[in-house]
């Protein structure tokens, strides 16, 4: 379910909430799908999802999930100043 939101661009509201619960979600599991999701939204639109990514790395005290998070985040802004 959570792959099938990364998919909805643009991406509304409401799936950007489900997101962000997801990313707070007690299963490292979980959390990595919702990054999984919000890096192909980032795709077409890092601006908006890198602030999501980047408010989750805050609080992830899991390491794997924290790599993740951050290779995700430098990935989305690379692209984003390769696209400019």
């Known amino acids: 379910a959570i792959a099938t939101l990364g998919s909805m661009n643009p991406p509304s509201t409401i799936i950007l ?3 962000r619960r997801a990313l707070k979600d007690k299963d ?3 959390r990595i799908a919702a ?3 919000l890096r192909a939204l980032g795709e077409s639109d890092p601006d ?3 602030p999501v ?3 989750a790395l805050e609080s992830e005290s ?3 999930v924290k790599r993740i998070l951050t290779a995700t985040i ?3 802004k690379k692209n984003n100043s390769s696209a400019n």
Do not use: F, G
Request: glycine share 0%.
């Open 17 to 19: 909430d489900a997101l």
């Open 28 to 30: 490292y599991r979980t």
């Open 35 to 37: 990054v999984n999701a």
């Open 48 to 50: 908006q999802i890198t």
């Open 53 to 55: 990514l980047k408010d």
């Open 62 to 64: 899991y390491d794997p």
């Open 74 to 76: 430098e990935n989305l």
